[in-house]
């Protein structure tokens, strides 16, 4: 049996969705600036959580996937006594030079059309394959996807 590690994904809560513009609204009918500022403060996040919420995509935490490339590169290196270097490379999408599956490509398709401004970027650990995508909106950066991995079972949800 292999051991398997599960990224625990970002839960998007529905009432979170479809306000777009309330914030804006609220001030103006009430006066009431507190969430306007915050969203104006975290807007680039806020866009690209709604963007994955309305194609329904749960992207990963962040957190723990750093951990999970941590532990892995620090996995490959024991194996190696040290003798190799392993690192996480990252590249646009469109220089990276490798099969990604249909259903990965869906998913950036699906949230570029909710909004132009979103990238995409492929992580992968330099000799050996495990990559990620990430979905990037200005400063706001989250994992979407995963492939090919070997000890790893991230299904799409």
Same mark, same amino acid.
């Given at each position: @049996? ?5 990224? &625990? ?15 804006? =609204? ?9 969430? @306007? ?21 749960? &992207? ?65 650990? =330099?000799? =050996?394959?495990?990559?990620?995508? @990430? ?23």
């Amino acid at each position: @049996m292999t051991d398997v590690t599960v990224i &625990p994904r970002i839960n998007i809560p529905e009432s979170f969705l479809p306000e777009v513009g309330l914030a804006r =609204h609220i001030k103006k009918v009430l006066g009431y600036a507190f969430l @306007m500022k915050e969203e104006k403060k975290y807007q680039d996040e806020i866009k690209l959580l709604r963007a994955c919420g309305m194609v329904g995509l749960r &992207p990963f935490e962040t957190k723990a996937v750093r951990a999970y490339m941590n532990e892995t590169r620090d996995e490959l290196r024991k194996v190696t006594g040290g003798n190799r270097s392993y690192w996480w490379d990252n590249k646009n999408i469109n220089e990276y030079n490798k099969p990604i599956p249909i259903e990965v490509l869906k998913r950036a398709v699906a949230l570029r059309e909710q909004n132009k401004r979103i990238e995409f970027s492929v992580w992968e650990m =330099h000799e =050996h394959q495990d990559p990620f995508l @990430m979905a990037k909106l200005g400063k706001a950066k989250l994992f979407v996807a995963v492939w090919d991995e070997k000890e790893f079972n991230a299904k799409f949800e």
